[in-house]
């Protein structure tokens, strides 16, 4: 089993059943913190590299995970951040059973928790800003609906981030010239300066 794939793919997976229940408020809260309590949990004990016997099968929890080239990996000094990301959500989800929060938060919440764990995981970690993108794209469904027809701060978030994310790429492109003219500073002169602007932006 692959542990990073499990962690990403699980979230999206329990969007389904949330937007299927979506006439029912406190069941979608329930079932929504309840999905963030156990991957919480999940961060905190599941093992990694090593084989472990489940539902009666030795099964192996590999903690890398290759797409396109990338790695996304799980390592230990990964676990406070998940822990905190997953369980400081379950307390976000099971409030919103009793506000007036946004409908499509339940819906779109797990995505974007899994989104989060994708910028821990992947590597090399400019590459996350990719993922911020996504986030920022969900935030402006959460942040704009029927119930909240205004949308200039949806769409200003949505733009601040798609103007940042390009340089934050860049400065990954001149990164990665340093591994091949590692004696060449201008490299990472230009890499810091394009971070920087990513990042003010």
């Known amino acids: 089993?692959?542990?990073?794939?499990?962690?990403?793919?699980?979230?999206?997976?329990?969007?389904?059943?949330?937007?299927?229940?979506?006439r029912w408020t406190w069941a979608r809260a329930i079932v929504a913190a309840a999905t963030a309590a156990v991957f919480g949990l999940l961060a905190l004990q599941i093992p990694l590299d090593q084989a472990a016997v489940f539902a009666g099968r030795d099964i192996k929890f590999e903690s890398t995970w290759v797409v396109l080239g990338r790695q996304f990996v799980f390592a230990d000094s990964d676990r406070p951040a998940l822990a905190f990301i997953y369980l400081a959500s379950m307390f976000f989800f099971a409030g919103a059973g009793a506000t007036k929060a946004p409908r499509s938060l339940l819906t779109v919440g797990p995505v974007v928790l899994?989104?989060?764990?994708?910028?821990?995981f992947v590597k090399p970690f400019l590459f996350a800003a990719l993922f911020l993108e996504m986030i920022a794209a969900l935030a402006a469904l959460i942040l704009a609906d029927d119930d909240h027809p205004a949308t200039r701060g949806a769409l200003r978030l949505?733009?601040?981030?798609t103007l940042g994310v390009p340089f934050i790429l860049l400065a990954g492109w001149?990164?990665?010239?340093?591994?091949?003219?590692?004696?060449?500073?201008?490299?990472?002169?230009r890499a810091t300066i394009l971070l920087d602007i990513g990042l003010l932006i």
Do not use: C, H, K, W
């Open 1 to 22: 089993m692959i542990v990073p794939l499990l962690m990403l793919a699980g979230p999206v997976v329990m969007s389904v059943p949330l937007y299927l229940l979506r």
């Open 114 to 120: 899994s989104l989060l764990a994708a910028t821990i």
């Open 174 to 189: 001149q990164l990665e010239g340093v591994a091949t003219s590692p004696d060449d500073p201008n490299l990472l002169i």
């Open 158 to 161: 949505l733009v601040f981030v």
